[in-house]
């Protein structure tokens, strides 16, 4: 499946309110979740990685100031824009807002399009979290939510922090995938490499990039069993076109979670 569209988290003391965000969102096919309060809002931006944070300056408990600095000060975290809506025009509540690192600052009155229209400009404008990072990002929450210690928390989250340094900033195409083969992560060198785009590479399996006579299966279950593989592979680009590659892999880089990466000089040549 593609991964799912944007998750939007709304944190708003009153309920009418978050119900006219959820209306207004979920019209243009975003994914909401609400919070009255600032503890659950808090637990919900730690556990489920929305892409935007909606939020009034000054809900009960915590404040969407005091929000804004949990966002910015938690590494898997920090590039999550926040939309910040001012009850008037106060230019100290502005700067305090800047300073703690609101995306946009709205004013009321507001409309349902204002507000969309400035949630689809931090989506284009705000450097953030890709596709495949955030998609990862969830899927290490979901682990490290299955760990039932706290050294297991300790380790997922060590492992949480080399994944992600480890596919964004590779120069080769890198394609994490589960048990099954499902493609979970991609890069973009491995986009440039097969053509698609990272939402296409997130639906197929990895033997859908082989040719129909590769035994990619075959090859897939030998790899589980051995815990790597390193040689020739030809991979089946969106446009027909082939491409042999140098291939190595690596089993369990996360629980479930197996590593294969294509040597760049090889992809040029």
């Not at 946009?104 to 284009?124: G, I, M, T």
């Not at 997922?156 to 340094?165: D, F, H, N, S, Y």
């Not at 589980?224 to 190595?248: M, P, S, W, Y």
Request: glycine share 6%; proline share 6%; hydrophobic share 45%.
């Amino acid at each position: 499946m593609s991964p799912p569209s944007p998750l939007v988290l709304v944190f708003d003391r009153y309920a009418g309110r978050r119900a006219w965000y959820r209306a207004a969102f979920v019209s243009t096919d975003y994914r909401v979740a609400e919070a009255a309060e600032g503890l659950e809002a808090m637990g919900l931006l730690t556990s489920q990685l929305p892409d935007l944070v909606v939020t009034e300056l000054r809900p009960p408990h915590h404040d969407g100031l005091t929000l804004s600095v949990v966002t910015r000060s938690t590494s898997s975290t920090t590039d999550i824009p926040v939309l910040m809506v001012m009850p008037d025009d106060d230019p100290d509540v502005e700067a305090g807002a800047r300073l703690v690192g609101g995306s946009v600052l709205l004013e009321k009155p507001l409309s349902q399009p204002a507000v969309l229209a400035a949630a689809n400009r931090l989506f284009v404008e705000t450097p953030r979290l890709d596709v495949t990072r955030r998609h990862l990002h969830r899927i290490l929450a979901d682990l490290r939510q299955g760990a039932s210690t706290q050294p297991q928390v300790a380790t997922l989250e060590e492992q949480a922090r080399q994944l992600l340094t480890f596919v964004t900033s590779a120069l080769s195409s890198i394609v994490l995938a589960n048990d099954e083969a499902k493609c979970m992560a991609v890069n973009e060198a491995a986009c440039r490499l097969t053509g698609y785009s990272e939402s296409e590479l997130l639906d197929p399996f990895v033997w859908d990039l082989a040719r129909p006579d590769a035994h990619a299966r075959v090859l897939w279950n030998r790899f589980l069993a051995t815990g790597e593989c390193v040689g020739e592979f030809l991979v089946v680009r969106k446009d027909g076109a082939e491409v042999t590659i140098q291939l190595c892999g690596s089993t369990n880089i996360a629980p479930g979670l197996h590593a294969t990466v294509a040597d760049r000089e090889s992809i040029d040549a």
